[in-house]
């Protein structure tokens, strides 16, 4: 990381590129964004550039292995921004140790309807209701197999998977298949090292089904039976359960070949949320971002407490500096990912979240960030 460069870069994301990107409404922007960034990424020059000016490498503090797959930093892309895992040479240049693209679904989905976003610059936080957009499983694996193999040698692929949003998949019966048969396609890909179930999306057709204790067991043992020896498994957990609701479903996932719990999901509770911005009752979706910080560290606190030696944590929302990265580390998350934080401080913060953590690290004592995961559960 060149340290002028990014403040740089951070001073005029703030104020040129983001006043202007926010005066457009989001879904154009991000349909834009990826347009323009898909070509830039076909420059090995400018990918080079980008690595030198943003990155953060800092193998002795931050590096881990976890499950046999080793992580150069923790700081990760959450699902839900490359749903078709179009951009992932410039998500690794940008400085992300890892990236967790979809939610990828068995059939091809358009969505829900647009508009899929809602910005509440305030509060800090996006609505989304994008529905599980993506291309499907056949035709994001293709895509992988477009990328350099060595792309993925040490920048972990983490592949989130959810049932198809559509009317034809609600049944119980049909939704486990609909997750089997995205569970194999990528379990058979070596690039991918990780799978994640998404079983708390908000916004699609029939709802959470696979929140309730019995038919998670149901998904898990269906996926059980042809599993994925050389992939970590995680489940994406809903974060607007009660903890002994979300206790129960820990306790059905430790009877399972599940390796992580990610923690956790949009919230759909706007009563209880610290909004600062007014929220039409016409705009559809949940929340990211700070509406969910407490409820999640919270979350991670308690499944460190109870299942730390059971599960892998990745903690998510609410991460805009390297401050707030560590306080859900110290909680017990061992890797962290994020996605709002990026759209309103801009690319440059994943280099600056690194270099933070490495000091906080370093201030506290600690010579790697395994010994700082849960210390203060």
């Known amino acids: 990381m060149i340290v002028p460069l990014s403040v740089a870069a951070a001073v005029t994301y703030k104020r040129i590129a983001k006043p202007v990107l926010f005066h457009h409404a ?4 991000h349909e834009r964004m990826l347009r323009v960034a898909t070509h830039l990424q076909h420059h090995p020059n400018l990918l080079a550039m980008l690595r030198a000016s943003w990155s953060y490498q800092n193998a002795p503090l931050l590096s881990q292995t976890l499950h046999g797959i080793y992580f150069a930093n923790p700081v ?33 989905c358009a969505g829900n309807p ?3 976003f809602y910005r509440l610059p305030k509060s800090r936080s996006l609505v989304v209701h994008a529905g599980l957009g993506n291309y499907g499983a056949n035709k994001i694996a293709k895509k992988i197999d477009d990328y350099p193999r060595e792309l993925f040698d040490y920048f972990p692929l983490n592949i989130s998977i959810a ?11 049909e939704g486990i298949d609909d997750y089997a048969y995205s569970f194999q396609k990528f379990a058979k890909k070596k690039e991918v090292r990780m799978i994640t179930l998404n079983i708390s ?3 699609a057709y029939g709802g959470e089904p696979f929140t309730d204790p019995k038919s998670l067991n149901a998904l898990l043992n269906r996926l059980d039976r ?26 059905v996932a430790d009877r399972h070949n599940i390796q992580g719990i990610t923690i956790g999901n949009l919230t759909k509770d706007r009563q209880h949320a610290r909004l600062r911005d007014p929220l039409p009752d016409n705009v559809q ?6 509406p969910t910080w407490e409820r999640t560290n919270n979350l991670i606190k308690q499944t460190y407490r109870q299942y730390g030696k059971r599960f892998t944590i990745i903690g998510v929302g609410g991460i805009f500096s390297a401050e707030d990265a560590y306080t859900k580390i110290t909680l017990g998350a061992s890797l962290v990912e994020l996605i709002t934080g990026m759209v309103f401080e801009g690319p440059q913060l994943i280099g600056q979240v690194n270099k933070g953590l490495a000091a906080l690290l370093a201030h506290d004592g600690y010579a790697n960030i395994g010994e700082a995961i849960g210390s203060r559960a």
């Open 163 to 173: 049932k198809t949003n559509s009317p034809s998949v609600v049944d119980r019966k």
């Open 201 to 203: 999306c908000p916004n």
């Open 26 to 29: 989001p879904d154009i922007v």
């Open 226 to 251: 042809k599993p994925a020896p050389d992939k970590a498994v995680f489940i994406k957990m809903p974060s607007d359960l009660s903890w002994p609701q979300f206790k129960a479903l820990l306790a």
């Open 114 to 116: 647009r508009p899929w």
């Open 285 to 290: 979706g949940g929340l990211s971002g700070k």
């Open 76 to 108: 990760g892309l959450s699902a839900g921004f490359d749903k078709n895992v179009e951009l992932s040479p410039l998500v690794h240049a940008i400085g992300f140790g890892f990236m967790e693209g979809g939610s990828v679904t068995r059939y091809p």
